[in-house]
């Protein structure tokens, strides 16, 4: 009979902390601020608890005296995830970094590699708070009552993706990261722009594979603006619609949130054809979301690396970056042109540089990759970056209302002069693999 009591406790306990929303971490040593849940090298993630690190080893609590929430910090020598169990939703999230009495460098991104913020520095004994407003999502589809209708089907592979799995998970980076804080907050105010797409668009997990939506958050202002990014290797519109991914999109939009749509490259590899239901499909999408009071956005897929002999991209998408231009046209909805703007990248680059940004690597340059990566169609982290800014010209460009909540990160962006390589900044995360995504 105590065990049965003993484990009904457990199980209301665990469905308690699940619906909760706000929470005050105090990372560090054995000092621990008024009203901060307490976390220290050992907060290894544990299901009843509901929160903890994914990996304790290499993990290093500093202490340095003085404030209690800011004097001491978690570091380690290689990337370090923190994992909360919270309910799908938006959330503003205030990190504390920095070190009290010595330098840090530290990258923030969360879920699958979504980046939010890059390349933090602070000076000897500098903390900085930072706010970052992030989407996490599940598969169960609910409608306007929170009653559950369905689910999404995923993908084998998705089942081990950090964002299909009811965690909102932080990823800390790069040479130096120290964080000494994090309250998280719901966010029931931002403006969330819905990504719906295929490979090049996705939260890739993996290295050295990225897409631009992923990319995307750390360009707008945050607590304003979300990235709800929906997209999967693979999809296809018909696809997209008959796995219930946009179904669950549906049911979350809201007045004033923003749906991007980019399909074409697996619509054309499964031998569609612009008149086979995919315009039909797209004006669908458009009106339903104009319906829900959401704001469409047609993004042109953008070009694969195929070039001719006077070094110039050849279109190998037949004529779906039209028929999506003449929709956006007839039904008088935004348009980003990244088809356009990418061949103007990719010729900038020319042939042999813009390998750089796509995944061109030799054998064994990844684990259990025995032979060498030549992919036309997908980016790396860097030619993501690069995409992604093209995305945000556009907006910018063509004055989208979103424009007001681009972030200072912008500074603006020559299609002609692409960022170098060399000073392109990421590192690597700690999930890699060889294995090409779904699609082409």
């Known amino acids: 009979m105590k065990n049965w009591i003993g484990i009904i406790a ?35 993630f544990d299901w009843k608890v509901g929160y903890g690190f994914m990996d304790i080893s290499g993990l290093k609590s500093i202490d340095r005296g003085g404030n209690a929430l800011t004097g001491d910090y978690i570091t380690s020598d290689k990337p370090f995830y923190f994992s909360v169990i919270i309910p799908e939703g938006n959330y503003d999230i205030k990190l504390n970094l920095g070190d009290s009495k010595g330098t840090s460098q530290t990258t923030v991104r969360v879920e699958n590699r979504r980046l939010m913020l890059d390349d933090v520095k602070t000076k000897e004994g500098e903390i900085v708070e930072k706010l970052i407003t992030v989407h996490v999502k599940d598969s169960i589809l609910r409608n306007q009552d929170g009653i559950e209708i369905g689910i999404v089907k995923l993908k084998p592979r998705e089942r081990k993706y950090l964002h299909w ?97 980019q399909f074409g490259h697996n619509d054309q590899k499964y031998g569609n054809s612009t008149k086979s239901g995919y315009r039909k499909r797209l004006q669908e999408w458009i009106n339903k ?9 047609l993004v042109t897929s953008m070009n694969r690396r195929v070039f001719d002999q006077n070094k110039k991209i050849v279109n190998t998408l037949d004529d779906f970056p039209d028929a999506m231009r003449e929709i956006a046209k007839e039904e008088n909805v935004y348009l980003i042109d990244l088809n356009a703007m990418s061949k103007t990248l990719f010729e900038a680059l020319g042939p042999e540089n813009s390998k750089k940004a796509f995944v061109y690597y030799p054998a064994n340059s990844y684990p259990n990759q025995q032979g060498a ?55 690597e995360s700690i999930f890699m693999e060889s294995l090409k995504p779904d699609g082409n």
């Open 10 to 44: 457990i199980f209301i306990c665990s469905s308690m902390f699940s619906q909760q929303t706000s929470f005050k971490f105090d990372f560090g040593g054995s000092r621990t601020q008024d009203d901060f849940i307490p976390i220290t090298e050992h907060s290894e």
């Open 165 to 261: 799995d009811n965690l909102l998970t932080i990823e800390f980076n790069d040479k130096a990261p120290k964080i000494c804080a994090i309250i998280i907050q719901p966010n029931k105010t931002a403006r969330t722009i819905f990504l719906t797409g295929d490979s090049t668009v996705v939260d890739a997990q993996y290295e050295p594979w990225a897409s631009w939506g992923q990319m995307l958050p750390c360009f707008f202002v945050p607590e304003k603006v979300v990235i709800a990014n929906y997209a999967e290797s693979g999809e296809t519109l018909k696809a997209f619609e008959d796995r219930h991914r946009i179904d669950k999109i549906w049911n979350k939009i809201k007045h004033g949130d923003y749906l991007f749509i």
């Open 289 to 297: 979301a104009k319906q829900l009071g959401a704001i469409p956005v």
């Open 373 to 427: 990566l030549a992919d036309d169609t997908h980016f790396n982290t860097y030619g993501a970056y690069e995409l992604a800014k093209c995305v945000v010209k556009s907006i910018v460009v063509q004055k989208l209302p979103l424009s007001k909540f681009i972030s200072k990160k912008y500074k603006g962006f020559d299609l002609n002069r692409p960022d170098p390589f060399e000073k392109f900044h990421w590192p």
